[in-house]
């Protein structure tokens, strides 16, 4: 069994300052650990950054996926962490970019964040050591990088930065212009031009709604088994997977052949930890990182957590509550399990999923309904406060709207009236 000691383990190191990294920092610090955030941009918020800054070159990375006119597609009353909610001010639920960014500097603000945070730091790399972690911070204002040595490491950096695009037959065939959702930022790009956007997630179904405005044709690629709501989009075309590319455009599985200008790919992100040596003992393959525990705990060295990780969730929520829970353990609150046993709970819960058929190791942190069932085991296990029940009920209520109500459903303005129940246009939903 695995013991921390708050005597000897007392220091703790964030990396990023985004949604996750500002929750992990705050709740540190009131567990009464000595916490330093690390942000390698300019300013906090992570990903809520709007920035029209492109790739320099094929090695640059390019932190902010915002784009003109982003609006959330959760309402804030679900967004705002469980001790911190959005001004009552804000009328509408679904809010823009900005807005979030707002609420996340007022966040660090109110809890006094700021001189905890070391902005235009950049963890280079992580290393175990015998009894802490080595960590290279690279310090951009000064151009110096020096090793900090820390007790505990929250891994905060996301995993919006780097694209996943599919293999496809003939891509490199195509002479039109490829991108990733990451860089877009502006529908006029493709005025009076011919699209194809790969993928109906949330991000491709909001992007075709932003394009086809100012696009002569957007033909939308998923292979949903639904059919999503695109009859306000005139000139909107659904199409099977792409088979295989063409010079001037693709043919689909159903054999059909279109020409287009551009094809963007809204397929999701890649799960990276550059910074993280070889020895930390994490793998990722097909974004399964591995091996954790309950989603978070590094089993081969359980004094790093990663936040985060899991999608199809209640985000701020599952980021303060993974904090909490393992918070728990590193304050010496909790005992771990023995490394066997850490094992033998991930092998079983791969298993339930691999037989569920399953069998994608992208969907390995895919939590939806389970998410449900995974608050409740967190919650258990470390002692914590669980997930009020109108934050359940409200996210159920918002499911798949991006899809079926896409083009009415941010009208909707939500209150949480108690911990049980909630308004949906000032009526009470049952």
């Known amino acids: 069994m695995l013991k921390t000691s708050m005597d000897q383990k007392r220091r703790v190191c964030v990396i990023g300052a985004g949604t996750a990294g500002l929750c992990a920092l705050k709740n540190s610090l009131e567990a009464g650990l000595d916490a330093v955030a690390y942000e390698r941009g300019t300013e906090i918020g992570g990903t809520w950054i709007f920035s029209e800054e492109m790739p320099k070159d094929e090695y640059d990375e390019v932190q902010s996926s915002m784009y003109e006119g982003l609006r959330t597609n959760l309402p804030k009353e679900v967004m705002g962490y469980p001790d911190y909610s959005y001004p009552e001010d804000i009328d509408e639920s679904f809010i823009t970019s900005n ?44 151009d110096t ?52 956007i790969v993928g109906a997630g949330p991000s491709g179904m909001d992007i075709t709604n932003h394009v086809r405005v100012a696009a002569k044709q957007v033909l939308l690629s998923h292979h949903l088994p639904n059919p999503p709501n695109t009859a306000f989009m005139g000139n909107v075309t659904q199409k099977p997977d792409v088979q295989r590319f063409t010079r001037d455009g693709a043919i689909f599985t159903d054999g059909s052949t279109e020409s287009f200008d551009h094809v963007m790919f809204c397929t999701g992100y890649k799960y990276t930890f550059p910074c993280l040596s070889t020895d930390v003992g994490i793998q ?71 037989g569920c058929g399953v069998h994608n ?22 002692g914590i406060e669980n997930i009020k029940p109108v934050i359940h009920k409200l996210m159920k209520d918002c499911g798949k709207k991006y899809i079926f109500e896409l083009d009415t459903y941010r009208s909707n303005r939500y209150t949480i009236v108690d911990d049980d129940n909630f308004l949906k246009n000032g009526k009470a939903i049952v």
């Open 145 to 196: 990088c020096d090793p900090v040595y820390y007790d505990f490491v929250y891994v905060c950096n996301g995993h919006y930065t780097e694209p996943d695009i599919p293999e496809v037959e003939g891509l490199d065939l195509f002479e039109g212009k490829k991108m990733h959702s990451h860089l877009y930022r502006k529908a006029d790009k493709f005025k009076d031009e011919s699209v194809l």
């Open 361 to 382: 190791h992208k969907k390995a942190h895919q939590m939806g309904e389970r998410q449900f069932v995974y608050y409740n085991e967190l919650a258990r296990l470390a």
């Open 284 to 354: 990722v393959i097909d974004n399964f990182v591995q091996p954790l525990w309950k989603h978070c705990i590094n089993i081969n060295h359980p004094t790093m957590a990663f936040v985060g990780l899991p999608f199809n969730v209640i985000p701020t929520h599952i980021f303060d509550m993974q904090v909490r829970f393992t918070l728990k353990f590193f304050t010496g609150q909790r005992e771990f399990p023995s490394r066997k046993e850490m094992i033998a709970e991930l092998e079983q819960e791969i298993g339930e999923r691999w």
């Open 99 to 142: 807005q979030v960014l707002e609420f996340l500097r007022s966040y660090a603000e109110h809890f006094k964040l700021k001189p905890h945070i070391k902005l235009q730091h950049e963890v280079i790399r992580v290393r175990p050591r015998l009894d802490d972690w080595e960590v290279y911070v690279w310090d951009h204002s000064t």
